[in-house]
């Protein structure tokens, strides 16, 4: 069963606005932590902003900030102002208890974002 | 700081032959993982080792395996290689936990082909 769903292969935004794009997950446990990564075109894998499953208020990083909406397992990424760097591939992740203490992480299958001029 | 490292960085692979990514990271951290990276499936975690000494197989296992050689090394081995296992191979590596800073660290990827 897919734990990370993006359900958005594509978007495009102007230069200037907001996007947002969207995650939902699927966990029973109620410890967990989400991620979202950037994937530009160079391939390197950088992370953007956390969001624990018993944080109160929604995580913010710049011009990054994370809708976490748990009763309804979603944790969209905001993007506010828009520039052309923001072009690339986004992935949510989340990281949930395994075995033993340990917790593993996965992702959903990405969001390739293109932002126009 | 270096990292994650990973190497090599490409690789062509004739069916049947046998090869293995090195994966070393310089944080202390715990985990460490191995995905592969393939066109409209995003990340899909290989084998995960939550500490020196212990594996587990992620959602794709099948044709892989893996040795925590130390804290610092994760490698994994092709014993046979497949056409179905050319992707894009990334190491990553995180603190122990949850919370803060126990984001995962990723390496620059291993573009693998097989022939």
């Known amino acids: 069963a897919q734990k990370i769903t993006q359900t958005q292969p594509g978007m495009f935004v102007q230069e200037k606005e907001a996007v947002t794009l969207d995650c939902t997950y699927d966990t029973s446990d109620p410890s967990y932590g989400l991620f979202w990564y950037k994937q530009p075109s160079s391939g390197e894998m950088i992370f953007l902003i956390y969001q624990g499953s018993y944080d109160q208020q929604n995580a913010t990083e710049g011009r990054y900030s994370l809708n976490f909406q748990k009763a309804r397992k979603s944790a969209n990424l905001v993007i506010s102002a828009s520039q052309l760097g923001d072009s690339a591939m986004y992935f949510c992740?989340?990281?949930?208890?395994?075995?033993?203490?340990?917790?593993?992480?996965?992702f959903g299958s990405g969001t390739r974002l293109l932002v126009r001029p | 700081n270096a990292g994650v490292t990973q190497t090599p960085k490409f690789q062509v692979l004739k069916t049947g032959q046998s090869m293995t990514l090195q994966c070393a990271q310089d944080m202390n951290h715990n985990s460490m993982y191995w995905y592969r990276q393939d066109p409209g499936m995003g990340l899909r975690l290989i084998y995960y080792s939550a500490s020196e000494g212990t594996t587990d197989k992620g959602e794709v296992p099948n044709g892989y395996n893996v040795s925590r050689l130390n804290k610092r090394e994760f490698s994994l081995r092709l014993e046979s290689a497949a056409p179905s296992q050319t992707s894009v191979y990334f190491c990553?590596?995180?603190?122990?936990?949850?919370?803060?800073?126990?984001?995962?660290?990723f390496g620059q990827g291993t573009r693998l082909t097989v022939v």
């Open positions: 992740a989340m990281r949930e208890p395994w075995m033993d203490s340990s917790y593993k992480l996965i």
């Open positions: 990553a590596s995180s603190a122990r936990g949850q919370g803060v800073n126990t984001e995962a660290f």
